[in-house]
């Protein structure tokens, strides 16, 4: 991150992202991405079966 004054008002500091920032923020939202796909997805029907059993309370 770079922290600049702005020119347009003194009591200000502009935030912005560097490069390096913005190329870190990419990476983090694609695996924030896969995971969520990973989380979110249905099960398949192997592992669904697999731990399901009528005596389990969920």
């Known amino acids: 991150m ?16 560097t490069p390096a920032g913005r190329r870190r923020l990419e990476r983090l939202d694609t695996l924030v991405a ?3 796909r990973e989380l979110l997805a ?5 592992s669904s079966s697999a731990n399901w059993s009528p005596c389990s309370p969920f």
Request: aromatic residues 0%.
């Open 2 to 17: 770079r922290r600049e004054p702005d020119p347009g008002d003194r009591r200000r500091n502009v935030v912005s992202l």
């Open 34 to 36: 896969d995971a969520q």
């Open 42 to 46: 249905p099960p398949s029907p192997r």
